[in-house]
C-alpha cells in the first residue's frame, strides 16, 4: 500500500510517495507553468515511475498547495500551513519554528512538541521576500536563480536596500549595479532584508524566539545565502532539510496515510 | 440605479417572505427594512440626512428625518458588486488607494451623482477620524454645512454634559433647516420604541450565546450596527422581535444556525461586504459558526424618556469603538467569554487605521483569554483587492489548527 502527496505551489508542483511504513520512496519536483493539471500529472508520474508502481497501488492521496483542490482522486485537501508542520516534524522531531518560505508566500510556525499547529503567520498582502521576489532579482542580476546562494560569500555587508517591494527593489538592484557596487554586497543586502522580514513574522508567533529550535522548508531554502543570512539574524543554526521544497508534499503523504488508517 | 436597486431587494424579498412565511425570515425581514430605507434615502420625497456612525438616529427619526451613515453606501455598493468603479472615480481624484474602501466608495458614488443630496449633515468624530475627513468631503461636494458631533473619549459626567448639550444644538441644527419646532411627544415616542427594540436586540444577543448557537455565518451580519438606523421606529421593534421569535423556536426545537456546530467564532470589526465564498465555506467544511460579531451586542443602559439626551450621550459614549482600544479590547474579551468563541477572525479592514492599527494589541488581549485570532488582509469594500485563494489558506489553515489543537493560541 502507498501513500501520495501532492503539494500544487505557485510555482513548482511537488509529490511524495510513502510505503506502508511511512517511508519515503520517491519524490519529485516539476514546474507548475499554467497547466496544474498537467503538472499534477507529471509530478505523480514521475514518482510512480521512480518507485516502480501504477497509480492503482495508491491507497490514498491528500493534496496541499494553492491548488491543492485541482487534485483529483484526494482523499482530503489540507493546507500547506499543516502540511509543511507535518513534514517538518518527521524529519526535526525537535523543531519549534517553521519558517516556509515558498513561491509567492511566506510563513512562520509555531509548533508544539508533538508538531501540532499552535500558531501561524503569513506575509501580508506583499509577496515580498519570496521566490518570486528572488527571481525578480537574478534577474536583475542577470543571474540564474541559483547561482544567488553563494554569490554573497565575502561580502562586507554594507549594502542595505531600502525597499522590499519587488518592482522597487529591481529598480535598486540596477542602479546599485550602475553605480559599480559589488554584485556580493548587493545579495547580501537582499538576503538580509529578507531575513529582516521573516524575523518579524517568526516575532508575531514567538515573540522570543531565543533558543527556539528553528527549521525551513519550501524552495527558497535551496538558497544557501538567504539560510545564512535567517542565521545570523536568529543568531543560530536554522535546520534544512536536503529538499526543502517536498516537506509540504511529505507532510500531505504523511497525513494521506494517518487518514486512511483511521478509516480503515 | 441606487433607487432601483433597493426596489427591486424589496419586491423581491416581500415576495419571498410571503411566499414562505412558516419559513424563518427574520434576516429576509432585516433585509427588507434595509431595502426601504434605501428606498426613502434615493426617492426625493423625503427628508435625508448624512450621518456619521454613532449619530443619534432615535432623535433624528422622531424629527421625522431619514437619517443614515454614509458607509452604508459603501456597503451596499459593495454588495451589488458595482463598487469598482466608485472607487476608481475617488482614486482619480486623489484619494490614496489604501484608504478605508467604505469612504472611498461614498466619495465616488457623490462625484458620480450616486448620492442624494442631503437636506442636513451631521458627522461624529467618533468612531474614526477618517468618516470625519469623508463627512468634510461631501460636504463640500453637496455645498452643504456640517455639523459636526465631537464624542469624547471618556465616561465622565462633564464629557456626557458635553455631547448632550451639543444633541440639543443639533436638533436645532436640524430644526432650523428642516422647518417647524421640535415635537417633544414624538421625541419621547421614538425613546419608547428605541428602548423596546434595545430590551429585544439584548434578547437575541442572549439567545445567540446558546450552545449550539442559533446564528450561523450570516444571520447577524451587519445587525448591530444597521440596527441603530431603525431605533425609534416600528421597524426596529419588529426587526428585533423577528430575531428573537425565530431564535427561541430554534432552540426549542434543538436546531443550530449551522448543524452539527463545531466551531464558533467572533467575527470581529466589519463583514467583508461583497459576495464571497469564505463563509460558506466556513460553514460547510468546518462546521463554523460566527456567533458574534464585534460590533453586535454593544448595549447600553436604556434611554430616560425625561432626560434623553444625557442617556443618550452615556450611550455614545461607552460605545466601545469610542476612546482607547483598551475599552474595545474589554469589549471583545467580554464577549468571546460570553459566547465561549473557539476563535476569532480579523479582517484587518484594509484602509482602517484604527482596525489595522490595533490588530497586535487585539491579538495580545484575546491571548490572555485563550482565544486565537487569524489576521486576514482584506478591505471589505474593495472587491479588486480581495485575494480569495490567500484568504482561503489562512481561514482554512486555522480551522485545522482549532480543530487538531483547541488550546491554540493564535494566527
Redesign the interface.
Known amino acids: 500500500m502507498y501513500y501520495l502527496g501532492v503539494d500544487l505551489g505557485s510555482l513548482s508542483c511537488d509529490a511524495v510517495l510513502l510505503d506502508h511504513d511511512g517511508g519515503v520512496l520517491a519524490s519529485s519536483v516539476v514546474l507548475t507553468g499554467a497547466r496544474n493539471r498537467e503538472a499534477i500529472a507529471k509530478a505523480t508520474d514521475a514518482v510512480l515511475r521512480l518507485a516502480g508502481i501504477t497509480e492503482d497501488q495508491i491507497r490514498a492521496t491528500v493534496s496541499t498547495g494553492?491548488g491543492r483542490d485541482r487534485v483529483e482522486k484526494r482523499l482530503a485537501a489540507?493546507?500547506?500551513?499543516?502540511c509543511h508542520a507535518r513534514g517538518i516534524k518527521s524529519l526535526f522531531g525537535g523543531a519549534q519554528i517553521l519558517i516556509d518560505i515558498g513561491g509567492q508566500?511566506s510563513k512562520a510556525v509555531?509548533l508544539?512538541p508533538n508538531g501540532?499547529?499552535?500558531?501561524?503567520?503569513?506575509n501580508?498582502?506583499c509577496a515580498a521576500g519570496t521566490g518570486r521576489f528572488l527571481e525578480a532579482m537574478a534577474r536583475a542580476l542577470q543571474v540564474d536563480i541559483e547561482e544567488l546562494a553563494d554569490l554573497d560569500l565575502g561580502a562586507s555587508g554594507n549594502v542595505t536596500l531600502s525597499s522590499m517591494c519587488t518592482v522597487f527593489a529591481e529598480s535598486e538592484v540596477v542602479s546599485l549595479i550602475a553605480d559599480g557596487v559589488e554584485v556580493r554586497e548587493i545579495v547580501s543586502g537582499l538576503n538580509r532584508a529578507i531575513a529582516s522580514r521573516i524575523v518579524a513574522l517568526v516575532r508575531r508567533?514567538a515573540p522570543m524566539s531565543n533558543g527556539l529550535s528553528i527549521a525551513m522548508s519550501g524552495g527558497v531554502a535551496h538558497n544557501s545565502g538567504v539560510v545564512r543570512a535567517l542565521s545570523q539574524a536568529f543568531e543560530t543554526a536554522i535546520s534544512v532539510p536536503p529538499k526543502p521544497d517536498t516537506v509540504g508534499a511529505l507532510g500531505a503523504a504523511l497525513i494521506a496515510r494517518e487518514k486512511y488508517a483511521r478509516q480503515s | 440605479m441606487m433607487l432601483q436597486y433597493f426596489q427591486r431587494l424589496a419586491s423581491v424579498t416581500e415576495a419571498r417572505i410571503s411566499k414562505y412565511p412558516h419559513q424563518p425570515n427574520a434576516r429576509k425581514k432585516f433585509a427588507l427594512e434595509i431595502a426601504k430605507l434605501g428606498i426613502r434615502l434615493y426617492s426625493g420625497e423625503h427628508r435625508v440626512a448624512w450621518c456619521g456612525v454613532v449619530a443619534p438616529f432615535d432623535v433624528l427619526s422622531a424629527m421625522n428625518v431619514t437619517s443614515c451613515f454614509v458607509e452604508f453606501v459603501g456597503a451596499m455598493l459593495a454588495s451589488t458588486g458595482t463598487v469598482g468603479m466608485f472607487l476608481e472615480e475617488s482614486e482619480h481624484a486623489g484619494f490614496a488607494a489604501d484608504t478605508c474602501g467604505y469612504h472611498r466608495a461614498v466619495l465616488g458614488a457623490a462625484m458620480k451623482g450616486m448620492m442624494p443630496v442631503p437636506d442636513i449633515m451631521i458627522a461624529t468624530t467618533c468612531p474614526c477620524s477618517g468618516g470625519l475627513a469623508a463627512m468634510e468631503n461631501l460636504a463640500r461636494t453637496f455645498k452643504k454645512e456640517l455639523f459636526v458631533l465631537d464624542v469624547p473619549s471618556s465616561d465622565t459626567s462633564e464629557s456626557v454634559r458635553y455631547l448632550a448639550d451639543q444633541y440639543k444644538n443639533m436638533m436645532r441644527f436640524v430644526s432650523d433647516r428642516i422647518g417647524g419646532s421640535i415635537d417633544e411627544d414624538r421625541l419621547r415616542e421614538s425613546i419608547v420604541k428605541s428602548n423596546r427594540a434595545r430590551e429585544l436586540m439584548i434578547e437575541v444577543y442572549r439567545l445567540a450565546q446558546h450552545v449550539p448557537s442559533p446564528a450561523n455565518g450570516q444571520s447577524l451580519a451587519n445587525f448591530g450596527i444597521v440596527m441603530a438606523l431603525f431605533l425609534g421606529t416600528d421597524a426596529g421593534i419588529e426587526i428585533a422581535q423577528a430575531y428573537k421569535d425565530e431564535y427561541e423556536e430554534m432552540i426549542r426545537n434543538g436546531k443550530s444556525g449551522v448543524p452539527d456546530e463545531k466551531i464558533r467564532l467572533l467575527w470581529l470589526q466589519n463583514r467583508i461586504q461583497f459576495k464571497h465564498p469564505l463563509i460558506r465555506l466556513l460553514e460547510e467544511e468546518y462546521q463554523a459558526a460566527i456567533v458574534i460579531d464585534e460590533l453586535n451586542d454593544i448595549t447600553w443602559d436604556a434611554i430616560d424618556p425625561d432626560d434623553p439626551f444625557t442617556s443618550i450621550a452615556r450611550r455614545t459614549i461607552t460605545t466601545p469603538l469610542n476612546g482607547k482600544i483598551s475599552q474595545r479590547l474589554d469589549h471583545i474579551q467580554r464577549l468571546s467569554k460570553l459566547y465561549k468563541v473557539d476563535g476569532a477572525v480579523n479582517p484587518c479592514h484594509?484602509g482602517c487605521r484604527q482596525g489595522t492599527g490595533a490588530r497586535g494589541l487585539i491579538q495580545a488581549g484575546l491571548k490572555e483569554v485563550g482565544v486565537?485570532v487569524v489576521?486576514l488582509?482584506v478591505d471589505c469594500v474593495d472587491t479588486r483587492?480581495f485575494?480569495e485563494?490567500?484568504l482561503r489558506?489562512?481561514l482554512?489553515?486555522f480551522m485545522?489548527?482549532l480543530r487538531?489543537?483547541p488550546?491554540?493560541?493564535?494566527?
Open positions: 494553492y489540507v493546507t500547506e500551513i499543516t508566500d509555531r508544539d501540532q499547529v499552535i500558531d501561524f503567520a503569513m501580508d498582502k508567533v | 484594509w486565537p489576521n488582509e483587492n485575494a485563494g490567500q489558506t489562512r482554512e489553515a485545522e489548527m487538531s489543537n488550546t491554540a493560541h493564535g494566527a
